[in-house]
């Protein structure tokens, strides 16, 4: 059998459907075992292998990574999870003829392709218009497959020509797609051990696929770790490609602010002014220069925006705004060099670390009122909320210890789930008892006792499972927070959680390479890490007028609105 040795070579095939929604492709595949391939809306037109296994839609993006021409070599890599593949055809030939599993933790198998009737369409425009035409490009002839494997034989093999078949291009700019449901995260699909089965998302697409690859890597991800690969970091080990072929001579792209290599010295430098690490509110691409709370259509798009993208690829953009926030990643040789030390976990144990301590507590309680919204904002059936519900557990999982160990990433998210506005919908918890199992057993044994160790100031902290550590606890009592509880007991915490802090301010190089190291090779889609910034979110919940009020008012006043939509979901007898 031959098969096309072209990375780009694909378009011709039967089960390519070029750019699809993703409600399209799941109308499609009808049977356990049917698959499609499409371009996702959300990664500039990445291929994404749709699947139907026990009675779910799952959906799993092919990474590409381009290499520099060289002769003799393709000039793309394709992979799921280990293996890489010369060419999108040879990678679907070897998962489907041979049964393999799409992925360890899914176990989903794709056995039977569901042909493309009629061309490609041009773009993600055209998919939503029920009756408009299909602009198309003369295309090589391929050879349709029939519904078993062995069809997929004919793989890239011309035929007489077909006319209408259309190359399969993408907008320049194509608006993340916003949906009608009112939760923001994603609809269920088999949880299992989530640190291990965070599969690839379709992530968020909007830019045109490249007439030709770039000569660099686009992910570039050494195996310094010795880690197996894992899609808690949803980015496949690939080798760097090393030297350029004669005739070539392009310079290497920068590496983003998180992965530059930064100066260590641990020489104390007398600290010149405090020192904040979140950016200016600078206009958002998401905002207008002026907003009102809880704009409706910004709401809409950042349910898009959420749902397409993995609870894994959420943590992972979490994690990196955290890290700045915190300055554990990103910081500058001024910023070193006015507060005296070399990271923001040393900083917030000293007294110049004020600012510093209130901006990670002001982040820490905004996160959890926006997770909280996410689920009081659900007026639609029960079964919606449970699903946010749902949501917020897989990405707790996806953010804990193992998977990004992003600590106070996940003590946001818990925040938002025991919040007492969530905690009372009885109804709902219970609906997700009864349809999500899996995730209420999680949140009952594993989530709930972790969150209350790393309360009480203990809970992991080893860099191996945590790239950045839960600090809040420490922040508290430097900022003059009492500790409940009787004295005996409340000394010994006191005692443990400093402790702890000076054990995080120690291991602060140890964290800064744990983290990095987790967000090697990460490209971070910019709306979405937009959303998680402080800034974003204070204006989204107060407004451009109400950000700038104190912080208690605030809190006071969105507290108020959870109460309030809280009783309106489930009134009190």
């Known amino acids: 059998m031959q098969v096309p040795q072209d990375g780009e070579d694909f378009a011709g095939q039967p089960w390519y459907h070029g750019p699809l929604s993703r409600q399209k492709a799941e109308a499609l595949l009808q049977q356990d075992g049917d698959f499609l391939v499409r371009a996702s809306k959300s990664r500039g037109g990445h291929p ?107 793989m890239g093999q011309p035929t007489e020509d077909r006319p209408g078949s259309g190359a399969s291009t993408m907008p320049e700019s194509a608006l993340p797609r916003t949906g009608s449901d009112s939760m923001l995260l994603k609809v269920p699909v088999p949880l299992g051990s989530i640190a291990d089965s965070l599969r690839a998302s379709d992530g968020q697409l909007h830019a045109k696929a490249p007439t030709k690859p770039p000569r660099t890597s686009l992910l570039m991800l050494p195996d310094a770790s010795g880690r197996p690969p894992t899609y808690c970091e949803l980015v ?162 996806a953010l804990r210890p193992g998977a990004a160990g992003d600590l106070p990433g996940l003590a946001a998210v818990m925040g938002a789930l025991l919040m007492p506005q969530v905690s009372r919908l009885e109804r709902t918890w219970r609906q997700l008892r009864r349809s999500h199992t899996e995730a209420a057993l999680a949140f009952e044994q594993e989530l709930k006792p972790l969150m209350r160790a790393l309360d009480e100031g203990a809970g992991p902290c080893d860099p191996a499972e945590v790239a950045l550590p839960y600090v809040a606890p420490a922040v508290r009592l430097l900022e003059g927070e009492e500790l409940p509880g009787p004295l005996d007991e409340s000394c010994e915490r006191l005692l443990r959680i400093l402790h702890r802090a000076r054990l995080l301010a120690r291991d602060a190089p140890r964290f800064r390479e744990a983290a990095a190291r987790r967000l090697r090779g990460f490209r971070p889609h910019p709306e979405l890490r937009e959303a998680l910034t402080t800034g974003f979110l204070r204006r989204l919940l107060w407004g451009s007028r109400g950000a700038g009020a104190p912080w208690a008012t605030r809190l006071e006043k969105f507290q108020r609105v959870l109460s309030v939509l809280s009783q309106h979901l489930e009134p009190d007898h």
């Open 48 to 154: 994404v292998i749709s699947c139907r296994w026990r009675g779910s839609v799952l959906h799993f993006e092919v990474f590409r990574v381009a290499l520099r021409p060289r002769p003799g070599r393709p000039t793309a890599l394709f992979q799921l999870e280990d293996e890489r593949f010369p060419s999108l055809p040879a990678l679907v030939h070897s998962y489907v003829t041979g049964q393999r599993t799409l992925s360890q933790a899914t176990g989903a198998v794709a056995s039977r392709p569901v042909t493309r009737q009629g061309p490609i369409r041009r773009s993600f425009s055209e998919d939503t218009l029920p009756d408009g035409p299909a602009w198309t490009e003369p295309l090589r002839a391929r050879k349709r497959s029939d519904s078993q494997p062995a069809g997929l034989e004919h």
């Open 236 to 397: 496949p080990r690939v080798p760097r490609v090393q030297g350029t072929p004669a005739g070539h001579s392009c310079p290497e792209p920068e590496a983003p602010w998180w992965e530059a290599e930064e100066e260590e010295d641990r020489c104390f430098a007398r600290p010149q002014a405090e020192v904040s690490f979140c950016p200016p509110d600078n206009p958002f691409c998401l905002l207008g220069s002026q907003n009102r709370p809880l704009e409706t259509e910004v709401l809409h798009t950042l349910h898009g925006l959420f749902l397409e993208h993995h609870p894994g690829s959420t943590a992972l953009h979490l994690l990196l705004v955290d890290c700045q926030a915190t300055g554990l990643l990103g910081v500058t040789k001024a910023q070193r060099g006015a507060m005296g030390v070399a990271s923001g976990l040393e900083l917030l144990t000293l007294p110049h670390g004020h600012r510093l301590r209130l901006e990670l507590l002001e982040r820490l309680e905004t996160l959890a009122l926006a997770g909280a919204l996410a689920v009081l904002g659900c007026a639609g059936p029960l079964e919606e909320r449970a699903a946010a519900l749902r949501g917020l557990v897989e990405l707790a999982l």
